[in-house]
Every structure is written in structure tokens, then in C-alpha cells.
């Protein structure tokens, strides 16, 4: 069986921005807004992550300057 295909970046920035729509027009129940919250805080998670680690690598690109 193929490796599933990891998101990019982008798609997964795009994917929190619609759950935090989501849940802020309302109009889901308390269970379904409750999975929503922790999918997008584990998503928001992953990718503070992912910028962290390629802000470091910039800086080791750079020499050491921010």
C-alpha cells in the first residue's frame, strides 16, 4: 500500500482557517464543535512546529543571524 501523501503547509493553514470559521458562525453542536477545536489545535500546533523549525534552519542558513 502507498505512504499517504502529507499535507503541505499551505493546505493544512487552509484547512484550520476553515475550521476556526467554523466555529465561529456557530451552528454546530457542542460535540461536533468540541472535535472541531481539538483538530484545529492540534493543526495549529503542527504547523507553529513546522515554522519554528524552518525559522532555525534559516538561521543556520544565514550564520547565525535572525
Given at each position: 500500500?502507498?505512504?499517504?501523501?502529507?499535507k503541505?503547509?499551505?493546505?493544512?493553514?487552509?484547512?484550520?482557517?476553515?475550521i476556526?470559521?467554523?466555529?465561529?458562525?456557530?451552528?454546530?453542536?457542542?460535540?461536533d464543535?468540541?472535535k472541531?477545536?481539538?483538530?484545529?489545535?492540534?493543526?495549529?500546533e503542527?504547523?507553529?512546529?513546522?515554522?519554528?523549525?524552518?525559522?532555525?534552519?534559516?538561521?543556520?542558513?544565514?550564520?547565525?543571524?535572525?
Amino acid at each position: 500500500m502507498p505512504a499517504k501523501k502529507e499535507k503541505s503547509f499551505e493546505d493544512r493553514l487552509q484547512e484550520l482557517e476553515t475550521i476556526v470559521k467554523g466555529l465561529e458562525e456557530g451552528g454546530m453542536t457542542l460535540s461536533d464543535a468540541m472535535k472541531a477545536y481539538e483538530q484545529g489545535e492540534k493543526l495549529a500546533e503542527d504547523l507553529k512546529k513546522e515554522l519554528t523549525a524552518a525559522e532555525e534552519r534559516l538561521t543556520v542558513l544565514h550564520g547565525g543571524e535572525a
